[in-house]
């Protein structure tokens, strides 16, 4: 009886990892900003829904088994959507499903444990002694589930905007080299005898800085190269 129940624990915790890890790339996919990265997000969260299946059922948490399935469903119709709001409304839906799938399997893993432990101990709690201490193991689950959901956002949200960083660097930079190609192109056809304008200031790294400290550092050098060009303009005759 022992053997069989710290199976089903084992199950249970498995199934708790791949259900944790469908909601936070659900959250993931309703944080997102297009369509591609929400159906992407949206996928791999139906992959870890199916993979929690098989241990639910070996769990027992018909509940938690329910609501996978409910989650599977949903956010298979994100395949077909074509617009990032219908699909929006989808992960939502699944969300909210998968946060209370994480709820469920918590529950019965802690009805297991006790179980379990029940069977291997010498002495025999009060049915008010057991509820008290489900409902403690239950809060201190919850308690760092949320903590390692709150970790894996965080790192998720330093990842976006590292990448939002390196795009707005990106096209700035596309944008001077652009300019001062125009602009020295255009000084050569009115025969102005004047040294190239460069970017002096090109090997700047900016990447640590805030998204409001780049675009000020760009949208200033910008000025700065429009500045000497209209300067070695000015001075042709």
Known sequence: MATVAMNAQTNCDD??????????????????????????????????????????????????????NKGIYLLAKIEHVETFEDGRFYVKRARDISKESVIEIDKCALVIYHDSDSTAGNEVLSDLENEQLLLKK????????????????????????KLKKEQLILSYNSAITSNIKTYNDVLKICNCKHEAIENIESSVDVSTKSVEDIRNFYTNNLKKLASNYLSELNSCH
Do not use: M, P, W
């Open 15 to 68: 199934a708790n990892s791949y259900l944790v890890n469908a909601y936070s790339h659900v959250k993931d996919a309703y944080d997102s900003n297009n369509i591609s990265h929400l159906k992407y997000y949206a996928n791999r969260s139906v992959e870890s829904f199916k993979l929690s299946k098989k241990t639910l059922i070996s769990c027992g948490c018909k509940t938690a088994l329910d609501l996978a």
């Open 138 to 161: 239950q809060q201190e689950a919850l308690k760092l589930k949320e903590k390692q959901i709150k970790s894996k956002l965080a790192e998720q949200k330093e990842k976006e905007l």
